[in-house]
């Protein structure tokens, strides 16, 4: 199992997202999405319109079937707005181009989400990015901002605070920071 890394520059984020939103509007609203709510993969992709015209995003995560009630907050909302502008409430956020069955529209696997954020990563020089970086990158964001790790245990559904801290790479840019001028 790979282990990805969050995307810890700001600069570079900033660069993805305007690098996505030229080149493909869908990606661009799947990787905000992606960032700004810390939900999972398997979570953002059956989204349909009608789940973001609220003030929420209302799921039941599959992997914890737990209940979630996330805020769209003012530069997502606006981003959505302008995205399902003439969509129909039943049309998936993220639809595949490819049709399973006959003319069903589906919306895109995860294994496509991979490939296109792995292909954003690579042509911004990251490495260890993978579909889970979004969750990772809201995370480390959330925590640098709010140093709430209570909070943000709650959100991910995390026990242990080490947990947490290891999952959105704080631990190890600590570990890193620490030992860069130890010597003996």
Not at 15 to 44: C, H, M, P
Not at 155 to 160: D, S
Request: net charge positive.
């Amino acid at each position: 199992m790979n282990f990805v890394q969050p995307i810890r520059d700001s600069k570079k984020l900033e660069a993805i997202k305007q690098y996505l939103k030229e080149k493909n509007e869908r990606d661009y609203i799947l990787f905000l999405v992606g960032i700004n709510t810390g939900l999972r993969i398997s979570d953002i992709l059956p989204l349909k319109v009608s789940s973001v015209k609220g003030s929420h995003i209302v799921i039941t995560e599959k992997k914890t079937k737990k209940r979630k009630n996330i805020p769209i907050r003012k530069n997502l909302r606006k981003e959505l707005d302008a995205y399902i502008s003439g969509k129909l409430d039943s049309d998936y956020l993220f639809p595949s181009r490819n049709k399973k069955r006959r003319s069903e529209v589906v919306p895109i696997s995860s294994s496509m989400a991979y490939k296109m954020l792995n292909g954003v990563a690579r042509q911004f020089g990251l490495k260890e990015i993978g579909t889970h970086s979004m969750r990772k990158t809201f995370g480390y964001y959330f925590y640098n901002e709010t140093k709430d790790i209570a909070l943000l245990m709650d959100l991910f559904n995390h026990t242990e605070q080490k947990v947490t801290l290891r999952y959105v790479g704080i631990l190890q840019d600590t570990l890193d920071d620490v030992l860069r001028d130890f010597e003996l």
